[in-house]
Structures are given as C-alpha cells and as structure tokens.
C-alpha cells in the first residue's frame, strides 16, 4: 500500500514539473514583438517559431514603459491567403495566465507559410487590436 502511494506522489510530482517546464519553456523565445501606441505585444514558445501542426505559446501585454498591462478579452486569429481560394484561417485558444497581460494559447496549422496575424483586445488597460507577420515553417 505505501509503495503504490509512493508511486502515485512520485508520479503527481512529475507531472507537475513536466507541466512547470512546459510553461516556462513556453515563455523562452520571442517570435514576434509589436508595438503600438498603448501596448507592446510579445508572442513567444519554446522554439521561438510556429510550425505545421499544434503549437502552444505565450501572449504577453506591456505598457510601451514595460509594465504588465492587463489586457482583459484578447483574440488572436490568422489568416494566409491562398491564390485561387478563400484565406486560410485559424484561431487561437488563449486562456489568461495567473500573471496580469499574459496569456497561454493554442494554435493549429496544416501546413507552412506567411500567416497575418491580429490580436485584438478590450479591458482595463484599453482597448486595441495589431496586425503582423508571422511565419509558420
């Protein structure tokens, strides 16, 4: 009884570092920063750079200063046009982290290429949206 209890807290253990790592992982390298008037945007992930298929990463709000700038409802979605067809389009989850202005999310792509990205959001700190560039290889 001791020993399977053992392994069950060892188990919770590591799951919660495997979980700790991804997330401060996930906040090593920046893909994009943009700025605007009232805030810097900076998205990040572990690779510093999206991919084909399911990508997680870290949205985070600053004030043009660098204070956390709390964003409140924030959106971010993609769109790669194709010639011959409709945009592609992808949104992304995003879930408020337990800092102020940060963010985790969740993208999917099926494939590479040049996705224009916008992040719009409406709170405490102001409202805004931004556009930009963001590959996916």
Avoid: C, H
Avoid at 17 to 38: E, H, N, W, Y
């Amino acid at each position: 009884m001791r020993i399977v209890l053992m392994f069950r807290v060892l188990a919770a253990v590591a799951v919660s570092a495997a979980l700790l790592t991804a997330t401060v992982g996930a906040q090593s390298k920046v893909i994009r920063m943009q700025k605007t008037q009232d805030a810097v945007i900076t998205l990040k992930s572990e690779a510093g750079q999206w991919k084909p298929g399911n990508n997680s990463f870290v949205l985070e709000f600053t004030t043009p200063s660098g204070q956390p700038l709390d964003a409140g409802k924030v959106t971010l979605s993609t769109s790669m046009t194709m010639p011959g067809m409709g945009p592609m389009i992808a949104g992304a989850t995003l879930t408020p982290d337990k800092a102020p202005g940060r963010y985790l999310g969740t993208i999917s792509f099926p494939d590479g290429g040049t996705r224009q990205v916008t992040v719009s959001w409406d709170g405490p700190g102001g409202k805004g949206s931004a556009r930009f560039s963001v590959p996916v290889r």
